[in-house]
């Protein structure tokens, strides 16, 4: 079975500064999906970024990034020029590849990143 | 972009009840609605599996009796949680892929805070 862990309950950020949130995965598939979402206080779950396996190249969108290591099964969260916005939960997910059918495109979450950016 | 529209946000019943929670996909089919549920602080953990035209598959530990859920049209699922107690209070949120072939992504509702008294 696949598992995700976020190792980080809780981070703290300067506004403008960079964070980043780690997040490391099992699985014994090759062909994946990985995900960041943000949930903030309104508990709305917003897709931040999401990573092909397949793909070398680092997803990247606008101030966020990722660093996707497949060997070492670790998918982390960059955030650049960090926001008072940006303060939220943030949590890390797997989805397999639906082309190998099986769980239907379902999500697995990590523990969760409470971030919190301080002006 | 697809939208998912959950109802109620928020519901407040009492012990014995229940409480019906709709997800809708409101400009996609979704073929297949997931339901997950988050307890405080705590992250989402999926409950069930739901496809259009036939019966939910349930996690483990989840009980089928007490979480009915109803995927009666591509666009409309729902989760009835039956005979509610103060332990079911929880945040309930769904999630719907629509059938385009390929990886197409989830789309979230805003999710449904239940609290039962």
């Known amino acids: 079975a696949q598992t995700v862990t976020q190792s980080q309950p809780e981070m703290s950020v300067q506004e403008a500064e960079t964070v980043t949130l780690s997040c490391t995965y099992d699985?014994?598939?090759?062909?994946?999906?990985l995900f960041w979402y943000k949930q903030p206080p309104s508990r709305q779950m917003i897709l931040v970024i999401r990573q092909e396996a397949y793909k070398q190249q680092n997803a990247t969108e606008n101030r966020f990034s990722v660093n996707f290591q497949k060997a070492a099964k670790s998918f982390s969260l960059k955030i650049s020029d960090s926001q008072l916005g940006d303060a939220a939960m943030y949590f890390c997910a797997y989805r397999r590849n639906l082309g190998y059918g099986g769980s239907q495109g379902n999500l697995i979450f990590g523990k969760g990143t409470k971030l919190s950016v301080k002006p | 972009g697809a939208v998912v529209s959950q109802h109620p946000s928020r519901v407040i019943c009492k012990s014995g009840t229940s409480v019906k929670i709709e997800c809708r996909s409101l400009d996609f089919q979704a073929t297949t609605m997931f339901w997950y549920r988050q307890f405080p602080k705590q992250s989402l953990m999926l409950m069930a599996t739901?496809?259009?035209?036939?019966?939910?598959?349930?996690e483990q530990g989840v009980e089928k009796d007490k979480f009915l859920i109803n995927h009666a049209s591509l666009t409309l699922s729902t989760l009835t949680v039956t005979s509610a107690h103060p332990e079911d209070s929880s945040f309930y949120i769904c999630?719907?892929?629509?059938?385009?072939?390929?990886?197409?992504?989830?789309?979230f509702g805003n999710g449904t805070r239940l609290t039962v008294t």
């Open positions: 699985t014994s598939e090759s062909d994946y999906y």
């Open positions: 999630s719907a892929r629509d059938g385009l072939p390929g990886n197409s992504p989830l789309h």
């Open positions: 739901s496809n259009e035209g036939s019966k939910a598959t349930y």
